[in-house]
């Protein structure tokens, strides 16, 4: 794999995990691979990672080949368990896994009241009224982790899930979990705390298979004195170091040349890069009224700021269409629909939005980093990861409180 280094909560030290003998993940719902990535780096190894975008399958093909990874483009509404073990015993791997990860698409949680997650029995049927069709896709996280039985199941979700119609739906999903014989920990984290540029919240779970007689606990963020346990990480050491563009700049590989010294993160971005050039620093061409707006808007300004000659939409119920970027804040949230536009994602000092590379920095992917597809795709790609280094941080703590215990009782034992 071309990407080895390792963040750490001191800083950026570079490292190279002995990954050959590491515990096996599954990857459910890979997307572009930003949860297997932060596993590696944790010193994991994804064997199998399936997700139903071909340029998702593409993109892990390509950042995380060997002869051990089995990448699958297959529709998991459809694909199941038993089909997973005949491809990988045809494929020559062994159909076993210490790990299944994953994050099940969301879009059916506004429709959980109508049945208790939670309600699953041994022989395997769908859960009781949970019929809305855009949640097979949870129930098949679950099929796997039946069928499987990993050491350790880890689900990352939205924070809605706390509340729905007066309910917090991230119980039930844990109940679900330890119906199935895990013993479950689960938290709202935000991704700043952990070393990454970016406000994001995300739910995460993680189940530890009872028999392995641990209780997965959260390291905290801080440490006893109330420090800061990883670096703050802002726009600006995301992202100060890349070359200047201009609007719509399409020169897809680039010679790095900025001066000044990069910040540590910048350094850990580019560490398993050419250190020469650098690809994806593109961005989206914008017309002259919107680079006019982007001129006046401040730092961490909104549409609704705008004066009316430069505003095209109600700004009522638009209010934040175009949001520019502070240097010295970590960004908000990079979703998704930068797929469509990027207007949420103006750069600071740049009268433009942000490029694909300064996006993937946002997302802590590191420059060696490779996106399938064109400009609209790759945005989507990284919008919908999860970023590797809070992945990192998870899989480094279930690493010490499941799978370093547990040996160190083995050799005990001996």
Wanted: net charge positive; proline share 6%; aromatic share 10%.
């Amino acid at each position: 794999m071309p990407n080895d280094a390792i963040h750490t909560r001191k800083g950026y030290p570079l490292e190279k995990p002995v990954i050959s003998s590491g515990p096996t993940v599954l990857d459910l719902f890979a997307g572009a691979g930003g949860f297997s990535l932060g596993f590696h780096w944790a010193g994991f190894r994804t064997r199998v990672a399936i997700d139903h975008n071909p340029l998702a399958v593409e993109t892990l093909q390509t950042n995380f080949a060997s002869d051990e990874f089995l990448p699958l483009h297959r529709d998991l509404s459809r694909f199941t368990p038993e089909h997973l073990r005949r491809e990988m015993k045809s494929s020559g791997i062994v159909p076993s896994f210490d790990v299944v990860i994953g994050g099940p698409p969301c879009q059916g949680w506004s429709k959980v009241g109508r049945g208790k997650i939670r309600s699953l029995n041994s022989s395997g049927d769908d859960i009781v009224g949970f019929t809305d069709p855009r949640n097979r896709l949870y129930r098949r996280y679950l099929d796997f982790i039946r069928s499987f039985k990993p050491k350790v199941a880890v689900m990352e979700n939205v924070p809605g899930m706390l509340s729905h119609k007066g309910r917090n739906v991230a119980e039930n999903v844990a109940e679900s979990l330890a119906d199935l014989g895990y013993r479950v920990t689960w938290s709202l984290l935000n991704a700043s705390h952990y070393g990454v540029p970016q406000e994001r919240e995300r739910l995460i779970f993680v189940g530890v298979r009872k028999d392995e007689g641990v209780e997965f606990s959260f390291p905290e963020w801080k440490t006893e004195k109330g420090r800061r346990a990883f670096p703050h990480v802002t726009v600006r050491d995301a992202i100060g170091d890349l070359p200047i563009i201009r609007n719509g700049a399409k020169e897809w590989v680039r010679p790095y040349r900025r001066s000044g010294k990069p910040s540590a993160y910048a350094r850990f971005m580019r560490s398993t890069a050419d250190k020469n050039t650098i690809f994806d620093h593109v961005c989206r061409m914008q017309n002259d009224q919107d680079l006019e707006a982007f001129r006046l808007m401040k730092q961490g300004g909104k549409y609704v700021d705008l004066p009316k000659r430069l505003k095209r939409y109600r700004d009522d119920i638009f209010d934040d269409k175009y949001k520019k970027l502070y240097w010295d804040r970590p960004s908000w949230c990079v979703t998704a629909h930068l797929g469509k536009d990027c207007y949420t994602h103006i750069h600071p000092s740049q009268a433009r939005t942000i490029s694909i590379r300064e996006a993937a920095r946002l997302q802590s992917f590191p420059d060696s980093f490779y996106f399938a597809g064109p400009m609209g795709s790759k945005f989507a790609l990284i919008g919908n990861a999860v970023p590797p280094v809070m992945s990192r941080f998870i899989a480094t703590a279930v690493r010490e409180q499941v799978f370093e215990v547990t040996e160190s009782a083995k050799r005990k034992a001996v």
